[in-house]
């Protein structure tokens, strides 16, 4: 088992990323059908596919400059609350790794946490509120927790998509305290977030990915 990855061969995450809403948009809208405008999927989908394009169209592209045009994308081309929400998550994942060849579980630490520390600046949510955080901040807890106990780099990945995956269902189980959702407040419970589901179904990407590259 291999202990990092180059930035290069990180490009694969990107593609993965992207795979993966593009084939869960209708999941996603179904989703946000529950509390929010049911558009979720769509949305996702089509900055998505925006970043596919303008990604397709060049030579070769690193990890770091992946998550830069996906960033840009999603700011540019979704507006609405997710486009700066999510653009600002992968604009953090780009600038904590851009100047590394090598990928490391530190540096994967770093990423996570300038990407968290990106979507802190644009949103007051918080754990318990029914948001992506509810799925974000426990797994990058419990990837932090797993680095700092000397866990190889990939169960630091399944230990954090495990934590994210639990936060992704406690989600269910709340009132929706922020976005559309707040407007039906306890009707929202027994559903999951769309937000959050988006965002499990992006770590769930980068956690598979990079295992999979780690195992070669």
Do not use: W
Not at 54 to 83: A, F, H, W
Request: aromatic fraction near 6%; proline fraction near 2%; charge should be negative.
């Amino acid at each position: 088992m291999r202990t990092d990855f180059s930035n290069q061969e990180g490009s694969k995450i990107v593609d993965a990323i992207i795979a993966a809403i593009q084939t869960n948009k209708e999941y996603l809208s179904e989703v946000d059908r529950h509390g929010g405008d049911g558009d979720h999927g769509i949305n996702m989908n089509k900055g998505f596919t925006f970043a596919r394009q303008e990604l397709d169209d060049l030579p070769r592209y690193t990890m770091s400059d992946g998550l830069k045009v996906i960033s840009q994308v999603l700011v540019n081309k979704i507006g609405g609350s997710m486009g700066p929400l999510y653009g600002s998550f992968f604009r953090g994942l780009s600038v904590a790794s851009r100047k590394e060849e090598t990928i490391t579980r530190e540096v994967m630490l770093a990423m996570l946490k300038k990407a968290y520390q990106n979507l802190s600046d644009l949103t007051d949510a918080k754990v318990g509120d029914k948001s992506l955080i509810d799925v974000l901040v426990p797994a990058i807890e419990t990837y932090e927790k797993a680095v700092d106990g000397g866990e190889a780099f990939n169960e630091c990945l399944t230990q954090s998509l495990a934590a994210a995956k639990t936060g992704l269902e406690a989600t269910k189980m709340i009132p929706a305290k922020i976005g559309r959702a707040s407007r039906i407040g306890d009707r929202s419970i027994g559903y999951q977030d769309a937000g959050a589901t988006s965002c499990y179904l992006i770590i769930e990407a980068i956690v598979n990915t990079i295992n999979e590259l780690l195992g070669e």
